[in-house]
């Protein structure tokens, strides 16, 4: 798999703070969650993370369980389809939220009455708690990120992988004022059988793409409308980007592939868990 690779040094600037974020953790990598009510509206190649559940890596441990915390596990195998069946189409939007562009991605959403998925870094989420609750509010349904979108996270120790994973749930369901995220993505692509078994131990599936639109690389609005329309076959889960950069591009795009998707008789769903 891939990493996403140009216009991500903002993340490089970040990964400091994350480090003193994650050692926080040592000693609690299990993190015992808030009882907190969820809102929910209810690649081959490039086409994102395929892998089946296996809840750890061979030779590896086992992933951390919670005590009772009412959580309830779900399946660890990366998810592509949607709710909606085969005319359904997901949409899913990372690395923010971010005050510039989220607030603009939100408004186009809400103007053709399609719900997404936001996949929240921890970090994003503790910056701009009031966009969390935002997003929440309008009906998406959150995703965790991880905390710092360590692309290289599966690379590193299961304590790490833990880390990211369990500190940004605690720091996105804070933001959010209770709501649990649903799902979790790895940032790039970046899964392992052990991250995917602790995001489904606490009720996040894994969440994979289908069509990954490259707009973090802004090659230009029609080209991320060109690639939508080119890899829509390979599945229904498509990838855009509200932070991590100018998203002017991913906004122009969004605005013109939304009400094309509904007269090419699409419907707006959320990936399956």
Not at 79 to 102: E, M, Q, Y
Not at 224 to 250: K, M, W, Y
Request: glycine share 14%; hydrophobic share 35%; charged share 20%.
């Amino acid at each position: 798999m891939g990493r996403y690779t140009g216009g991500r040094g903002w993340y490089g600037k970040m990964l400091g703070a994350a480090v003193g974020v994650t050692l926080l953790a040592t000693g609690a990598s299990v993190w015992s969650a808030q009882a907190g009510a969820v809102h929910a509206s209810g690649k081959p190649g490039k086409a994102g993370p395929t892998a089946s559940a296996a809840p750890a890596r061979p030779g590896g441990s086992t992933p951390p369980k919670s005590p009772g915390t009412g959580v309830t596990p779900v399946d660890a195998g990366i998810a592509h389809a949607s709710d909606r069946g085969p005319r359904g189409v997901n949409i899913t939007i990372d690395d923010g939220p971010d005050p510039t562009w989220t607030p603009q991605v939100l408004a186009l959403l809400r103007e053709h009455g399609v719900k997404a998925v936001f996949c929240v870094t921890g970090l994003q989420a503790r910056a701009h708690p009031g966009l969390v609750k935002e997003v929440v509010a309008a009906g998406h349904r959150l995703c965790n990120h991880s905390v710092s979108h360590d692309t290289a996270m599966d690379g590193k120790s299961e304590a790490y992988q833990s880390r990211e994973i369990l500190d940004a749930e605690r720091m996105i369901v804070e933001a959010s004022g209770g709501v649990r995220p649903l799902y979790y993505r790895a940032p790039g692509g970046a899964f392992t059988p052990y991250s995917r078994g602790v995001a489904a131990s606490r009720g996040m599936r894994p969440l994979g793409w289908n069509v990954d639109t490259k707009d973090f690389e802004r090659p230009g609005a029609d080209a991320i409308v060109a690639t939508v329309e080119r890899e829509l076959p390979n599945g229904p889960t498509l990838l855009f980007h509200d932070a991590g950069g100018d998203r002017s591009q991913t906004v122009a795009a969004l605005r013109r592939v939304l009400p094309r998707l509904k007269e090419q008789g699409r419907v707006f769903g959320f990936p399956v868990r």
